[in-house]
C-alpha cells in the first residue's frame, strides 16, 4: 500500500471515530511528531544569508512583488 492510499484509509478511519478522548490523543501525538520534525529541520542563518533574503525581500517590494495580507488570508482559508 502506498503512501497516498495509507493516509486515505487512516482519514478514513479517523472520521468514524466517536470517542473525544482518542482524537485528543491524535491532536497530541500529531503536535508533538510535527514539533519533532520541525525542530530538525530548523538551521540558524548566517548573517549573509539574511543579509541576502533582506535585499531580496526589498528588492521584491520595489518591484511590486507583494501579496497583500487580506489575499493571503483568504488563500490559506481554502487550505482547510
Do not use: H, Y
Not at 35 to 50: A, D, N, R, V, W
Amino acid at each position: 500500500m502506498d503512501l497516498q492510499t495509507r493516509k486515505i484509509s487512516f482519514v478514513q478511519e479517523f472520521l468514524k471515530l466517536q470517542n473525544e478522548e482518542i482524537i485528543s490523543l491524535f491532536e497530541k501525538l500529531l503536535r508533538k511528531e510535527r514539533k519533532k520534525i520541525l525542530s530538525k529541520k530548523i538551521e540558524p542563518m548566517t548573517l549573509e544569508e539574511f543579509n541576502k533574503r533582506i535585499d531580496l525581500s526589498l528588492e521584491d517590494s520595489q518591484k511590486g512583488r507583494l501579496t497583500e495580507s487580506s489575499k493571503l488570508l483568504s488563500e490559506i482559508e481554502k487550505w482547510g
